[in-house]
């Protein structure tokens, strides 16, 4: 598997990536609106040059904020090897801070996170109910049965 920048990989893949694991390719957060086929980023491909995992970014003055990693095949390294990436990227441009925001059903992401250095910041309650009169297909309940309400912010200080 090979691990190459997002501008390298063909944008309808990365389009269509999204829109089947997301519902499309735009991620609303309490931070902003981002269309995630357009964002700067890392993807692992296959052999057979298909997705199976995707970080995407954006840098701020003095942060990088994650505004999306997804694996499709767990527990392969292939997510921890996204986010060293992108933690990489951070240090080649002197960016001390990588934050991210989920949401509070995400209990998997909280723990990968949090095994990697990320510490609980801020919690936005009820976000989710204002991201959702912008991307209505966001679920109400997410598959482990937790409603989907509020998010999180997690930060990473880099060395």
């Keep these: 598997m ?10 309808d893949l990365v389009s269509a990536f999204f829109q089947k694991h997301w519902g499309s390719p735009q991620m609303v957060i309490s931070s902003g609106i981002y269309n995630c086929d357009e964002l ?4 692992m491909l296959n052999d057979d040059n298909q997705i199976v995992g ?13 505004i999306s990693l997804d694996s499709v095949i767990e527990n392969k390294g292939i997510g921890t090897a996204l986010l060293e990436k992108a933690e990489e990227a951070c240090r080649e441009r002197n960016i001390k801070q990588i934050k991210l925001i989920t949401t509070n059903d ?12 990320y510490r609980l910041d801020r919690l936005f309650v009820n976000a989710v109910e204002t ?3 912008m991307k209505p297909e966001i679920p109400l309940l997410a598959d482990n049965k937790i ?8 930060v990473k200080e880099l060395q």
């Design 2 to 11: 090979n691990i190459i920048p997002t501008c390298q990989v063909p944008k």
């Design 54 to 66: 995707l970080i995407t970014y954006i840098f701020e003055e003095d942060a990088c904020e994650i």
């Design 131 to 133: 991201a959702r009169k």
């Design 40 to 43: 700067d980023g890392y993807g």
């Design 147 to 154: 409603p989907i309400r509020d998010e999180l912010l997690l």
């Design 106 to 117: 995400n209990i998997h992401a909280l723990a990968f996170y949090q095994k990697r250095g």
